[in-house]
């Protein structure tokens, strides 16, 4: 019944390699996000689809790259990743008719 | 420019004293706030929103549109209360902006 949920919920991995995180959601929701927490605990917004529409794309390194096969999922690529890509990453879901945005549990990424 | 400002990194108290972790924010417009708890290493959840108005785990907080503060109180906390606290606006694409949160930790 889980309704945003993300896999893996740990990744260890060598800088250089390529990864991805999936996320899911079953709430019907039209937006999905990604959101990237460091190790001071800061939540920043990294992208958001909208009917496979990316709607925003702050500053992040095009090493990353969303993938939205459907409404309902919206993974995160990685590629040659570095030591400062460490961190928590958090999907979430909204709809317009809900203001308010549900999370996933959370990826943490560990670059060695 | 829209963005949200939680002033205290860690706030500590004692268990049955009155808390209030403050939210400001800066948005033209009329805003939609929101409260999000995280305890130790879980997800994200909603605490409340504005618009509701409603009380949580015996939390509230009030808009206050002059001050544009959004701060969140509870009058008497519980060691469970620990946790991390954001404020978070939603922005005019949608996404929600957030504050970079407030460590709250209730000594017994």
């Known amino acids: 019944d889980t309704a945003v949920s993300q896999t893996p919920k740990y990744l260890v991995t060598q800088m250089g390699n390529d990864k991805s995180i999936k996320c899911e959601q079953n709430?019907?929701?039209?937006?999905m996000y990604w959101y990237k927490q460091d190790s001071k605990k800061f939540l920043k917004i990294m992208f958001s689809?909208?009917?496979?529409?990316?709607?925003i794309n702050e500053t992040v390194p095009n090493r990353f790259s969303p993938k939205s096969p459907d409404k309902a999922h919206l993974n995160l690529h990685i590629n040659s990743l570095e030591l400062g890509d460490s961190a928590v990453y958090f999907c979430?879901?909204?709809?317009?008719?809900?203001?308010?945005?549900?999370f996933g549990q959370g990826t943490r990424l560990t670059v060695v | 420019a829209q963005r949200v400002t939680q002033p205290e990194k860690l706030l500590s108290v004692f268990k049955g004293a009155p808390v209030e972790l403050k939210c400001n924010y800066s948005?033209?417009?009329?805003?939609?706030l929101f409260w999000y708890v995280q305890y130790s290493r879980q997800r994200l959840q909603l605490l409340l929103r504005?618009?509701s108005r409603e009380s949580i785990k015996g939390f509230t907080a009030d808009l206050n549109k002059g001050e544009t503060s959004f701060h969140l109180k509870k009058p008497f906390a519980q060691e469970e209360d620990s946790a991390m606290y954001y404020c978070?606006?939603?922005?005019?694409?949608?996404?929600?902006?957030f504050g970079k949160g407030t460590k709250l930790s209730v000594k017994p």
């Open positions: 689809y909208n009917n496979k529409e990316l709607i």
């Open positions: 709430l019907g929701h039209d937006t």
């Open positions: 504005h618009i």
């Open positions: 979430a879901s909204s709809d317009r008719r809900v203001t308010e945005a549900f």
């Open positions: 978070a606006l939603r922005g005019s694409q949608g996404n929600l902006i």
């Open positions: 948005y033209s417009g009329s805003p939609e």
